[in-house]
Every structure is written in C-alpha cells, then in structure tokens.
C-alpha cells in the first residue's frame, strides 16, 4: 500500500512564503517522477511543477521564478517552496508520483491535498 502524505499548506498574506512536504512511503520499489499538481474552484487541475528522479525540473508559467521543487530520494520526499505568492496561487495543492510498488506495475499516485490560500 503506496501513501502520499502532504503536509505544509495554509493562509498567508499576499507576497508570503509557503513550504509545501510530500513524503511517499509503502512498499515502493522506484520513484521516477514526482510533481505538484493545483486546483482552484471551478477550474481544472494543472500541473505546478515536476521534478524527475535525476533532478530534471519543469514548472508552469504562472509559477516561475517563484516556486521552487526539490526532492530527496533518500526520504521519498518532494518539496514545493513558493515565494511571492499571489491570491490566485490559491488553490488545493495535490503530490503527484509516478512509481513502481511491490506487486504492482508502475502508475501514477495522488496525495489528498492540501489548501494554500493566498489573502490579506
């Protein structure tokens, strides 16, 4: 049994930081990927920022420069730093990762989310 546990999201004033943690356990055999997807209110997910088991990053538009994604292999943990952030940073932020479990072929895991909302 694969779990995503998310953890750092919150309410904070426009051009705030916020650290977001996502930490993978269960019987995992390999990480490839791993990303943090968002979803606000009436719109569809999409994709914030990626990183691959080799460090490769990708990131949204909207998000860069501001946002950073970084992982640790060791701990089966990606992170998400977002500075400057801006009220339609607001959303539901989910942990993405792309892995291989004992006894099951590779496919993609979701966390359960975590609210970041950006307001005065």
């Known amino acids: 049994q694969v779990q995503l546990v998310e953890s750092g999201g919150g309410l904070v004033q426009p051009g705030g930081s916020l650290r977001l943690s996502c930490a993978a356990s269960?019987?995992?055999?390999?990480?490839?990927?791993m990303g943090w997807y968002r979803q606000a209110p009436g719109k569809q997910r999409e994709l914030v920022a990626g990183?691959?088991?080799?460090?490769?990053?990708n990131y949204a538009d909207s998000v860069k420069g501001r946002f950073t994604i970084s992982r640790d292999n060791a701990k089966n943990t990606v992170y998400l730093q977002m500075n400057s952030l801006k009220p339609e940073d607001t959303a539901v932020y989910y942990c993405?990762?792309?892995?291989?479990?004992?006894?099951?072929?590779?496919?993609?895991?979701w966390g359960q989310g975590t609210q970041v909302t950006v307001s005065s």
């Open positions: 993405n990762a792309d892995l291989r479990a004992t006894f099951y072929l590779r496919r993609d895991y």
């Open positions: 269960g019987n995992i055999v390999s990480i490839y990927a």
């Open positions: 990183i691959t088991s080799d460090g490769t990053t």
